[in-house]
């Protein structure tokens, strides 16, 4: 029987707490802010599972810590779940609406208080349980898809660094002295790769264009995990075609460094980055994702509130250029591993959207648990 309740009649919300900047990453705790897990972590702790949302910045968001945490002053944690399964209401909260309860204006707060008066319904905790075990079988097939991607994206980064920064490319022996070996040369970026540059003005975007934000690029990762819609923009954009490489300008962003596996728009905050020469994709790919190149473009920003790295001058980077033999073997090798991230991507983006359709009616009964572990079966 599901019975009709406030939140607060479900689970406490509490405040997190202060981080001094002295005591970040003194401990073993990681840090939850109202973005996400931070690359902090501290001593003081709450004991896991926690359930967490944002309380001010970025509010709606709900995150979940199987172990023990420190949950930041920018959000609200469940202090008591009152009896209830916490992995259950990590995903009730998710269907609350809580981004539509801002209390603070300009930069988006919200008071718990106002979250306790949330009404909703809730099962008994048998069907908390099974509710849960069935979307967490979603959850773990997308951590596991994460997981593919990023030993796939590590080991095509070893490969590059070993060849073009190591200096172990097979059967380019290198000349005396460390000179390169026999048809490699130093050479600019802008010999290798440009900027396409093709704006999209808003009136002529269609509305079922792929839109690829900043946000939506991931950190120090070469794969796109969501999308936009062209509802979420309200200026020009830029058109990529699939295989371009995205690449955040913004200093705050420069580590989003994506190669697109399908066409569509994007930020013009992004720099849209293509291949002059046969077999350059990866090469290109891995020379603007390696730290090196990040340095640079952090180096060369300008801008007072929120500085830029400018193509006219990321364009000058001087990079090791191998002859068209190493080029074309480096394709070889990377090329399918790229490829099976593309094909990773398309089969997350998919659970997701399966997994999205499904937990709102799930989490108000419309869909019983039976269906859905059916259809997972499916």
């Not at 991607?149 to 059967?171: H, K, S």
């Not at 997701?352 to 572990?373: C, F, H, I, K, Y």
Request: a negative charge; proline letters at 5%; hydrophobic letters at 40%.
């Amino acid at each position: 029987m599901w019975e009709k309740k406030e939140l607060g009649q479900i689970i406490n919300l509490q405040r997190g707490y202060d981080l001094p900047h002295s005591a970040r990453s003194e401990g073993k705790y990681p840090v939850i802010s109202s973005s996400g897990i931070t690359d902090y972590h501290a001593e003081y702790k709450e004991s896991g599972p926690g359930v967490i949302t944002g309380r001010y910045g970025t509010i709606g968001e709900v995150y979940y810590v199987e172990g023990d945490y420190w949950p930041h002053n920018t959000t609200l944690f469940v202090e008591d779940f009152k009896g209830n399964y916490p992995r259950f209401i990590y995903y009730l909260l998710q269907t609350l609406g809580l981004e539509n309860n801002n209390d603070a204006g300009a930069v988006p707060g919200v008071n718990r208080q106002s979250l306790h008066a949330i009404k909703t319904y809730l099962p008994p905790l048998p069907l908390q349980r099974r509710i849960a075990t069935v979307l967490g079988r979603y959850d773990a097939l997308l951590e596991n898809y994460q997981q593919q991607v990023a030993a796939l994206e590590g080991l095509a980064q070893e490969v590059y660094q070993e060849w073009f920064v190591r200096g172990r490319c097979p059967g380019a022996e290198a000349g005396p002295e460390g000179e390169l070996p026999a048809g490699w040369r130093t050479a600019t970026l802008d010999e290798v790769a440009y900027d396409t540059r093709r704006i999209i003005k808003i009136d002529d975007i269609a509305p079922d264009a792929a839109y690829v934000g900043l946000e939506h690029l991931s950190v120090k990762s070469i794969s796109i995990t969501v999308t936009g819609t062209p509802d979420d923009i309200g200026s020009d954009k830029l058109a990529f075609e699939e295989n371009d490489i995205l690449f955040g300008k913004i200093r705050a962003y420069l580590h989003k460094v994506c190669l697109a596996h399908f066409a569509g728009i994007c930020s013009t905050d992004a720099i849209v980055i293509r291949p002059r020469i046969e077999n350059a994709l990866s090469f290109v790919l891995f020379t603007v994702f390696s730290e090196r190149f990040i340095e640079y473009a952090d180096l060369i920003s300008n801008g007072t509130k929120m500085p830029r790295s400018e193509w006219s001058v990321l364009k000058t980077y001087q990079t090791i250029l191998p002859d068209n033999r190493a080029l074309a073997a480096f394709e070889e090798v990377v090329r399918p591993m790229l490829d099976k991230i593309a094909n990773i991507q398309k089969q997350s983006k998919y659970l997701r959207a399966t997994r999205a359709a499904l937990l709102p009616r799930l989490l108000s009964g419309q869909l019983t648990v039976n269906d859905a572990e059916a259809n997972l079966a499916d």
